[in-house]
């Protein structure tokens, strides 16, 4: 125990000395009991392992206990050689040493002279019996095989115990996974130890992509030990492959094309069918690997690289616009004269003439608007038709250079250096991917470049004493700007048109998008030291490390304006208003003078000590502590905060976030092997685990306070009364750009602090004959002070008027939301064997919580609470937005012998047709995320939002699509208003403006009037939406280069399949739109309209490996 206490007393002296962060270590260790044939342990006996990719050899003897162990592994096979006095020699070949994870082994001696010896290969799954964290690896032989076809090895990650899709409601940069009940967000993602985190936004920041790069992928889903920190979620640890003392290799060109690929769920539902719909393009990516001495058992080389190239069409999101009797109602009105006309013409400048009419692919009618009194006066019942429209193809750049070289020299036994360069430049034009409902001469595009670069330097003291030390830069700039001919467009500095109607669908916004340009230059300098002490029964890991980033964002403002217009008045609908040069009641004007750069420079501090404590030969005890300390991004803006007890005080009175000095976290794990009793084979270990982790702060939050007041002018022209406010596209240059204390403020309490889970699991696996192994593990995971939104200075139902009548808004994110997991989580896997390899995963999981993101997850209305007062949040205490109940993957890898001949003839016939094939696939099946049945756009309770209503349960045997709204919301189609008290059918309503009495128990759902948040409305997260399923296929037939006299090489030809079913998801991203207000239209809970635009795809690779 004193060395865990020396350990902590040197991590704190560090983390005082100077700014320093986590040290997470991409080397591996093997350790375990040497035995004799009855299960005792051996003390004194010699072991030796020896790598067998480099030649490199260790040392080390067993303890009082029989244990030996290895520290510091480079990731790779290993022959272990162990020898004691009166026992046979034992040797074992091929135990494979996963990077940043304990391997276990344990030889067993049989009795008689030492000149004798026993050779096994350790061909069966190596259990965990060295701590009671949960991890899982893919290793390279699995990432060659499967198809990936992102070629990004996290996907795979997917088939882990506890690690799921993330199939709604990405948020973050990169391939992204949920672990274990936390949030996607809260995850920490590493190349070789090298931090590759997004500051932005989570996620990762570079994503090398080049097939047969990796050597391992490696993630901790629960409890990792002390040394890995910044994460709630799971700590991913991509590791690159190095030379050795062979000669390998690969060449390749991977293939796919539109040709290949079914039509899209998207695509298929458009009538008549046209082959014409479908979006064309090639993809060529090409490259080599090659690695090997350059002095055999000292100095090493490695090196790749990918060219990808992309010819062909791009594919846009649908918009709503209007159709060919709506085009030729706005050009019958723009060729009168007035204030109509001109703005029927200004608005078909921005369709641009309506031109898509030519060439947009037609979904069919969504909505019909109607103008009041901006129809002729020959047709004063005039409509505006709607339709569901999407872009045809638009040709795209998408190039992407990626390379890497890796050093390995090892001049002495005590010493080995790596240094690994890695290169990245890609982009998109045009960019549908951020900007997908843009219309041709307001596209954007995507890209910079990126690099990655680190020293390392292991020093072995004495066996029983080892260093690590790594210096590393991640280097990025990634932006999302306008074209040229964007910037050429005479709108471009045009205001936005926002047309909103509140139950049904309208025109897409229109113009220039004010979200661009944003992107963000990114450094990030690590130097990072490890030392390993085995001393006895005890091996403490202690170590710290300085982490500096340097990142500079551009801030997109509302710089041009926005104008939004609402319904009602004499224009009757949003569209009828603009007609009328009017915002209609409530809508507004809006425009925001801020600056458009932030650089959040930061400190990522931390350090940390572990003792694993082996207590008896069977049982191992981890104990350990880390202590986290990141710097606030949100104080380099001149207003950071406000303080949550005086949310009033001065708009411009400056709070700076405190300090966050308590992120300390204790990890208690244990594993036991048992050899008494009914397992005493030593092939069950039971592992259990307890341990605080801790988030760290990402910067968009940040760059939301620089885009609001006080840090940016927001003026804000506005009228509730009557048409609005008239002259509107007049308006923005009256905006003033003057503080005004009741502008809204988006901003941070000050006493914001790292979000933190408090992690338990207890779980069992079991090693069975055919080298399969199951686990079955219960794991919780408690969300504590995880960000979420409050409203400081909402609507009083009681007054009419906001808490504070001086101020407006006043929005301020902070710690206020909880979360609780509980999961099955069960795996079962069977190493490369005879041909076959299988990894699967099963999940039965519940997550609550009482907010699941600063940002509006799909299928809500908003991430506020339905009751904005202070802890009004716990009555949103329900299903996550991030929920799923069931969640199993499976991937295989099946090699088969083929058949064999006695006749040489015969046999190389039956070579070519019978062996060296493979068949490989990866198939997800997870159940539906869930969705809050909300009333967005229309306030029932009085305190001044309009996204977080929700309706209360009339009669629950009644039609889900039945509902019953208050005669205060609604008119008939002669603008007569119905009788409040009384309740009308929603559904005819909308659909012909009729005000049918309903009887509130004859429906599902009830519109009233609320006088503040009533605890009878609908939960949050109520509605369960349909499941999505993944199938992924791959065969792939070698062809050896034998008969070329190339005896280690093969030809590889392969053909994989995405979605080989041609299953198209409803959602799940968006999911189906569950606003009541849409009852009756075609959109509500249209499930058509949301299905995946995702297709079968094909690709094929031609292979050369070596």
């Known amino acids: ?508 916004s229109l113009g220039f998008n004010q979200g661009f340009p944003q992107g963000r230059g990114q450094d990030m300098y690590q130097f990072q030291d490890t030392i390993t002490w085995t001393r006895g029964r005890q091996t403490l890991r202690m170590g710290a490390d300085i982490g500096r980033r340097i990142e500079k964002d551009l801030v997109s403002q509302n710089a041009n304006g926005t104008l939004t217009f609402a319904a009602g008045g004499s224009g009757s609908t949003a569209e009828g208003n603009f007609l009328l040069n009017q915002l209609g009641p409530s809508g507004a004007a809006t425009r925001t003078f801020g600056s458009t750069r932030m650089d959040p420079h930061s400190w990522r501090s931390g350090g940390f000590a572990q003792d694993d404590i082996k207590v008896t030969a069977d049982l191992t005890v981890n104990l350990g502590i880390r202590y986290d300390y990141f710097t606030s991004p949100e104080n380099i803006l001149p207003y950071p905060a406000i303080d949550p007890n005086n949310p009033y005080a001065p708009i411009d009175t400056v709070f700076k976030v405190s300090p966050d000095t308590k992120d300390f976290a204790p990890r208690v794990g244990f594993a036991y092997t048992p050899h008494n009793g009914p397992f005493s084979d030593g092939k069950t270990v039971v592992r259990g685990g307890f341990g605080m982790f801790y988030d760290s702060d990402f910067t968009n939050i940040a760059l939301n306070e620089a885009q609001s007041a006080p840090n940016a002018v927001a003026g804000t022209l506005t009228s509730t009364k009557g048409n609005g406010l008239a002259n509107a596209t007049g308006l923005i240059s009256q905006i003033p750009d003057k503080l005004n204390p009741r502008s809204s403020v988006t901003s941070v309490v000050k006493n914001l602090v790292a979000p933190y889970s408090i992690e338990y699991n207890l779980g069992v696996e079991h090693q069975f004959p055919w080298q399969v192994a199951v686990s079955a593990t219960y794991v919780g995971n408690r969300g504590v002070k995880l960000f979420a939104n409050q409203q400081y200075n909402f609507f009083d139902p009681n007054t009419g008027s906001r808490l504070n009548p001086s101020r407006g808004a006043v929005n301020a994110r902070g710690n206020f939301a909880d979360s609780q997991y509980n999961g099955l989580e069960v795996g079962v896997r069977r190493n490369f064997v005879h041909g076959l390899a299988i990894y699967g995963s099963y999940t039965y999981s519940k997550t609550l919580d009482d907010g699941s993101e600063v940002f509006t997850t799909s299928g809500q209305s908003t991430s506020y609470d339905a009751d904005l007062a202070p802890g009004g949040r716990r009555f949103d205490w329900g299903n996550s937005s991030y929920d799923h109940r069931h969640y199993a993957a499976i991937t295989y890898v099946w090699s088969p012998t083929g058949l064999r001949s006695d006749n040489k003839g015969t046999d190389a016939v039956l070579s070519a047709i019978t062996r060296h094939w493979t068949i490989s696939g990866a198939s997800r099946f997870q159940s539906g995320a869930y969705s809050t049945v909300n009333l967005g756009g229309l306030d029932i309770n009085g305190d001044g939002s309009n996204a977080n209503d929700r309706p209360l349960v009339g009669n629950p045997r009644a039609p889900f699509s039945t509902v019953g709204i208050d005669g205060s919301f609604v008119s008939d189609a002669d603008n007569n208003p119905g009788t409040p008290g009384t309740y009308y059918d929603l559904a005819a309503n909308n659909q012909s403006g009729a005000l049918n009495p309903v009887d509130p128990n004859s429906v599902h759902w009830l519109v009233p009037v609320l006088s503040g948040y009533s605890r009878q409305e609908i939960g949050r997260n109520s509605y369960l939406n349909p499941g999505t399923m993944y199938n992924d296929v791959a065969l792939e037939k070698a062809i050896p280069t034998s008969f070329l006299h190339v005896e280690r090489g093969q030809f590889v030809l392969r053909a994989e399949a995405q979605n080989i079913a041609n299953h198209n998801n409803v959602g799940p991203d968006p999911l189906p739109n569950i606003n009541l207000l849409f009852v009756g239209t075609p959109t509500f809970l249209n499930t058509e309209q949301v299905r995946e635009a995702n297709n079968r795809a094909l690709r094929f690779w031609a292979k050369y490996t070596f």
């Open 1 to 508: 125990m004193f060395l865990l206490l020396a350990g902590i007393t040197v991590a704190n002296l560090s983390s005082s000395l100077c700014p320093t962060a986590f040290a997470q270590t991409s080397l591996g260790a093997l350790t375990g009991i040497v035995r004799d044939a009855s299960g005792a342990a051996l003390t004194g006996a010699q072991v030796r392992t020896t790598s067998l990719a480099t030649g490199e050899t260790r040392t080390a003897q067993t303890s009082d206990i029989g244990a030996y162990r290895f520290d510091g592994l480079p990731a790779g096979h290993y022959k272990l050689h162990v020898e004691a006095a009166g026992f046979e020699q034992f040797e074992v070949n091929d135990i494979n040493v996963s990077p940043s994870l304990v391997v276990s082994y344990d030889p067993v001696l049989k009795l008689g002279q030492v000149s004798e010896s026993v050779s096994v290969t350790a061909d069966q799954v190596l259990l965990n019996s060295e701590n009671g964290a949960l991890s899982g690896d893919i290793p390279s032989e699995a990432l060659a095989k499967l198809p990936i076809f992102t070629l990004n090895p996290i996907e795979v990650l997917t088939t882990v115990p506890g690690v799921q899709l993330v199939s709604n409601s990405n948020f973050s940069n990169g391939e992204s996974i949920q672990v274990s009940g936390a949030r996607p967000r809260a995850n920490n993602y590493m190349i070789d130890g090298e931090e590759i985190n997004d500051a932005s936004i989570g996620g990762q920041a570079v994503q090398p992509q080049i097939p047969d790069m990796y050597a391992d992928t490696v993630v901790y889903t629960h409890n990792a030990p002390a040394e890995f920190g910044r994460a709630s979620g799971g700590v991913v640890n991509l590791i690159t492959k190095g030379g050795t003392n062979s000669f390998h290799g690969s060449a390749w060109e991977l293939y796919s094309g539109s040709g290949l690929n079914a039509t899209d769920g998207q695509t298929r539902q458009i009538t008549p069918k046209d082959h014409g719909n479908k979006t064309r393009f090639n993809q060529h990516q090409y490259g080599f690997t090659a690695g090997g001495p350059i002095f055999k058992d000292k100095l090493f080389a490695f090196g790749a690289a990918q060219w990808s190239r992309f010819y062909g069409n791009e594919q846009a999101a649908q918009v709503q616009l209007p159709n060919a009797q709506g085009v030729a109602l706005l050009q019958s009105l723009a060729a009168g004269s007035g204030t109509t006309a001109t703005n029927a013409a200004l608005l078909l400048q921005y369709l641009s003439n309506a031109s898509y009419l030519n060439n947009f692919l037609d979904f069919g009618n969504v909505s019909s608007q109607s103008l009041g009194a901006a129809c002729p006066a020959s047709s004063p019942d005039c409509q505006l038709g709607i339709d569901l429209f999407r872009r045809p193809g638009v040709p795209e750049q998408n190039p992407d250079t990626q390379w890497t070289y890796r050093i390995d020299y090892t001049p002495r036994s005590a010493d080995t250096f790596t240094v690994r360069y890695l290169h990245d430049r890609s982009s998109l034009t045009p960019d549908f991917f951020a900007n997908s409902t843009s219309l041709p001469g307001f596209d954007t595009y995507q890209g910079g470049p990126s690099e990655l670069g680190q020293g390392t330097w292991t020093h072995i003291f004495a066996p029983s004493l080892l260093n690590e030390f790594r210096v590393a830069e991640t280097r990025l700039h990634f932006y999302f700007a306008p074209l040229p001919s964007t910037i050429a467009n005479p709108l471009y500095t045009a205001p936005t048109l926002t047309l909103g109607n509140p139950n049904s669908p309208d025109v897409t």
